[in-house]
């Protein structure tokens, strides 16, 4: 039997609460239900085969748990995050104009001509990177190439704040006063130094953008509305509770457990996410910051496809799947793999001439699978040290130990990968899992005065499942190797030859 307490809320009266969670990421929804003592009640997934919307909201539909139905009578709590930086250009009604422009989208040659602007630099100083992926770049490149849609744009909106909004107004009702929650703005140019956070005036009259487009910025976990109308009918989320949500890093970050000041995750996925929560901003060129949801910053970074590559080259260069592929990275002996570097296109870097390599090959005498393991594993240890470079710039930029390392994502399955990790960071790593939803929950459950403080909620809804302390073996055949010296140094003479070539 599930075990509840009773809450008060903002409405009169005492009422059980679920709490549901809506992950939109660029594969697939996945749906995670919680009881207010943490447990998980209910889930779903459904994959994403294209980018549109049609696609996300027919995937939503189909994860969404039948047992929801069966909550009547319980208060539920809805809050959605989605990948960071992609957003949907609609008219008055919130109706599409043109396909979602995705994050990894980029307008190269509208960011050549804008990059020397110095209000470009001047948000830079305020913890925001602009590059050919921003989205205020893609936004001008629509003005360019299509201004006859550019005219007929009422907002600009990132995915989960539009998908949020789906559940608030009917079909052909007019969409009024749209907010945007502060870590999805953060790429569109929000400067998060100013109190409240607001948009930097100076970089939207430099790019000639209009902010009547553009939402205005609110929290994390603040009451958007009362769900209605016919996409709500069809979720059976009637009468739930809607909050502003985030992005799907922020969320990764926070289930994760990077809730207090000093805790670090790494969201491992089709690309890596390094999140470090910290009282401090001091601006550096490999880190953005988001206002931490509940206190201080989160300073990060997003990198180019790191675990995509990963898969690419096991599936379309090797032609086996990826338990196969961590089979063959298991009999390959430490310290004998190539050096890869993951792109440089995004973080740390935002230099779209640095595309992967694999250097100091060498040719062994060895059975197809042990050089088809050589070469995974090499990928999977230059992803482990680009990991461990932010872990580095964290600690000696905020002057800290780190001691705990936190994992989330699809990437942090593999018991050897995290020993490696473990053993190159020198550093205990608790693994949290792909559950990332559970993290856009947390606000609401501070905002909301059920838990008063994180420590409560740490117990109850973040639990690890696993922890991983490093391999002695392994940290004195990488000491050995100078692996994470021959890394750095490397990777500086590859930026020269990519700056030459």
């Not at 201004?147 to 107004?169: G, N, Q, V």
């Amino acid at each position: 039997m599930l075990r509840y307490k009773v809450v008060f809320s903002r409405c009169i009266g005492l009422e059980k609460d679920i709490f549901i969670g809506i992950d939109l990421g660029s594969s697939g929804v996945r749906i995670e239900v919680y009881d207010i003592d943490g447990n998980l009640i209910a889930e779903g997934r459904e994959a994403i085969s294209k980018q549109d919307v049609d696609e996300w909201l027919m995937a939503i539909a189909k994860a969404m748990p039948r047992a929801i139905s069966e909550y009547r009578g319980y208060r539920k709590h809805v809050v959605i995050d989605s990948t960071s930086g992609t957003f949907i250009a609609v008219d008055a009604y919130g109706r599409p104009l043109l396909k979602p422009v995705m994050y990894y989208e980029k307008a190269v040659d509208i960011w050549d001509k804008v990059k020397g602007l110095s209000s470009i630099k001047d948000i830079g100083m305020r913890g925001v990177t602009i590059d050919a992926a921003s989205p205020l770049v893609k936004i001008l490149d629509i003005r360019e190439r299509k201004p006859d849609i550019y005219r007929k744009i009422k907002w600009i909106i990132p995915a989960s704040t539009w998908i949020s909004y789906r559940l608030c107004f009917s079909e052909g009702e007019i969409w009024r006063d749209i907010y945007t929650d502060y870590t999805n703005a953060l790429k569109f140019g929000l400067d998060i130094t100013s109190s409240p956070p607001q948009w930097y005036k100076p970089l939207f009259d430099d790019l000639g953008i209009d902010l009547e487009i553009m939402p205005k910025p609110i929290g994390c976990g603040e009451y958007m509305c009362t769900a209605r109308g016919d996409y709500a009918s069809i979720l059976g989320l009637e009468g739930a509770e809607v909050y502003h949500g985030m992005t799907d890093g922020n969320a990764s970050a926070l289930a994760g457990g990077a809730l207090k000041i000093g805790d670090t995750n790494i969201y491992t996925g089709s690309t890596t996410v390094p999140k470090f929560v910290t009282d401090k901003l001091i601006p550096h060129p490999a880190l953005y910051y988001h206002i931490h949801p509940i206190n201080g910053y989160l300073a990060g970074s997003a990198t180019g496809f790191t675990g995509y590559i990963l898969s690419w080259f096991t599936e379309k260069v090797f032609g086996i799947n990826i338990s196969e592929a961590f089979n063959y990275i298991s009999i390959v002996e430490p310290g004998s793999e190539y050096i890869f570097f993951p792109p440089g296109d995004r973080g740390p870097f935002y230099d779209t001439a640095l595309n992967p390599a694999i250097v100091d090959i060498k040719i062994y005498d060895d059975t197809r699978e042990k050089i088809i393991g050589r070469f995974l594993r090499s990928i999977v240890l230059g992803i482990t040290l680009l990991e461990y470079t932010y872990i580095k710039l964290f600690e000696e930029l905020f002057n800290t130990k780190i001691n705990t390392v936190r994992l989330t994502g699809g990437g942090s399955k593999s018991k050897i990968w995290n020993i490696i990790r473990a053993s190159i960071y020198e550093k205990k790593v608790e693994i949290f899992g792909d559950r990332v939803a559970i993290g856009a929950i947390i606000p609401i459950l501070i905002k909301n005065k059920i838990y008063t403080n994180v420590i409560e909620i740490e117990k109850r809804f973040l639990k690890p499942l696993d922890i991983i302390e490093p391999d002695e073996n392994l940290v004195k055949i990488y000491r050995a190797k100078m692996i994470k010296e021959k890394y750095l140094e490397k990777l500086k003479k590859l930026q020269e030859l990519y700056r030459i070539a």
